[in-house]
């Protein structure tokens, strides 16, 4: 079996890399995360943090909208494809409610579409009371109940929301707990069928709101993984260039490698992360959110040794990578969630061999 990317998905990764790197370059994340901790107000003015113009782009290019049917105005291809397009977000540092946005481009409705098209911004709230990011940007939360997919206007869940401090300059966050509107339930894959899916409680349960957790969990890992290359190449791109007595830092034994478990780090994230994109399994997609978020936390933290005193200035990108990594690393699918869906998997697997 070939398990290379294929022309089709290269040229994905290639032009969601060059769109990102015309359209939020580094001076452009820099202004917004300059600007969002000087405001210093945790993101709670409305509609603070999002570049509404840019969102409509990745709308217009199709970033939402890679799952939806040709029939249904979308692109049409798969989560593997989804997954290079979030790497390469998360390589950039793009913020905004990407992972949830995509996921509500996925449901039927006038919700379904303006999210596909970047018009409508689209944040989440899961019931396990893990912050929500982007409360002011959004313009609708989707809630994801122990027993339904339901829907919030953004302003109503603003008003029993409070705003917390981020570490993250760039991805502003709310506590809350609103009351909710039932969303349609309609699956992804028919928009037709209105059957209730609801949950059930533990790892491995089923339904339309489980599922999205674990898409949701999936695209996070691919985003922590594009993190975690990012900080790879900054970390040789800086043992290259930086001089110490009179030679690269790279030369050190030391220093190389930390560099090369970096690169192992984020190569074997890539090749879970990849293989949960193609087999959607609980499990294989636990195991993704697990590696990817340890090769991002680590990376960072590897990268910044490798940058010495100059990676904790508020001049450099890494701390920033760091600060992103570890607010991904408590959404949508935590190290003990994760954790313990693995373990169901296994005690699964044992009881059906006995």
């Known amino acids: 079996m070939d398990f290379q990317l294929t022309d089709d998905q290269r040229a994905l990764r290639t032009g969601m890399r060059e769109l990102l790197e015309r359209r939020f370059p580094r001076t452009r994340l820099r202004a917004v995360v300059d600007r969002d901790a000087e405001r210093g107000d945790g993101g709670a003015a409305r509609g603070a943090g999002l570049d509404r113009a840019l969102w409509r782009e990745l709308g217009a290019a199709g970033l939402f909208a890679l799952r939806v049917p040709e029939s249904a105005g ?28 995509e996921l509500a481009a996925g449901l039927s409705g ?3 579409a303006g999210a596909a098209r970047g018009e409508t911004v689209v944040t989440a709230l899961d019931e396990g009371g893990a912050p929500v990011e982007h409360l002011a940007s959004a313009d609708v939360v989707l809630a994801l109940g122990p027993t339904a997919v339901e829907v919030i206007p953004a302003e109503e869940a603003a008003r ?6 981020s570490v993250d300059p760039a991805t502003p966050l709310h506590r809350t707990t609103p009351s909710r509107t039932r969303l349609d339930q ?32 999936l695209l996070t890992a691919a985003q922590q993984l594009g993190s975690a290359s990012r900080t790879v190449e900054l970390a040789v791109d800086h043992a290259k260039h930086r001089t110490q007595f ?20 984020a190569e074997s994230a890539r090749s879970v992360v990849y293989a949960a994109a193609v087999t959607e399994d609980p499990g294989d997609i636990a195991a993704a959110k697990l590696l990817a978020d340890e090769a991002a936390v680590r990376n960072a933290r590897d990268c910044l040794q490798v940058h010495g005193g100059m990676g904790f200035t508020w001049e450099a990108d890494v701390h920033l990578h760091l600060k992103r990594a570890w607010v ?13 869906e693995l373990a169901a998997g296994l005690v699964s697997t044992v009881e059906t061999c006995l």
């Open 186 to 217: 309609a699956d992804r894959t028919d928009p037709t069928d209105t059957t209730d899916r609801t949950d059930q409680a533990g790892p491995g349960r089923s339904g339309l709101a489980a599922r999205l957790r674990r898409e949701a969990a």
């Open 110 to 112: 006038s919700l379904a």
């Open 328 to 340: 991904r690393a408590g959404q949508w699918q935590s190290a003990a969630e994760g954790e313990e």
């Open 246 to 265: 009179g030679r690269p830092i790279g030369a050190f034994q030391a220093v190389q490698h930390l560099c090369a478990q970096m690169l192992v780090r």
């Open 74 to 101: 979308g692109v049409g291809l798969g989560l593997p494809e989804v997954v290079l397009a979030f790497e390469e977000a998360g390589r950039a540092l793009l913020p905004g409610p990407l992972v949830a946005t």
């Open 160 to 165: 029993s929301a409070t705003p917390m401090r």
